[in-house]
């Protein structure tokens, strides 16, 4: 069992940053891959961006390219989002997941494990 708690979202205005956090217990953290979802009221949870078990790879969304960075930090067992020149699409709620495939994917249903959810919401 991986718990995930996610923080770090907020109210910003068009063009601010935000930094997501995702901490996971346990200490099998680096077996791992993680990923950023995010979902509006109606939608489908849409891929954010992931990262691989090791750090070496990662994945995002054409959405996000240029503006959002994922990383991870094995030591303390957080995965981060780092979100500049934010725009009132990127509101919504984010969450956290951990995979137990050895690739990177943009899959939700490939996902074992989801935190709660963090919301972000972009003011113009």
């Known amino acids: 069992q991986v718990q995930l708690v996610e923080s770090g979202g907020g109210l910003v205005q068009a063009g601010g940053s935000l930094r997501l956090s995702c901490a996971a217990s346990g200490r099998t953290f680096s077996k791992y891959a993680m990923g950023w979802f995010r979902q509006t009221p109606g939608k489908e949870r849409e891929f954010v961006a992931a990262i691989s078990r090791s750090g070496d790879r990662i994945a995002s969304a054409d959405s996000v390219k240029g503006r959002f960075t994922i990383s991870r930090d094995s030591a303390k067992n957080t995965v981060y989002l780092q979100m500049n020149s934010l725009k009132p699409e990127d509101t919504a709620v984010y969450y956290c997941?951990?995979?137990?495939?050895?690739?990177?994917?943009?899959?939700?249903?490939?996902?074992?494990?989801w935190g709660q959810g963090t919301q972000v919401t972009v003011s113009s």
């Open positions: 997941a951990a995979s137990s495939l050895t690739v990177v994917t943009f899959k939700a249903s490939e996902y074992d494990y």
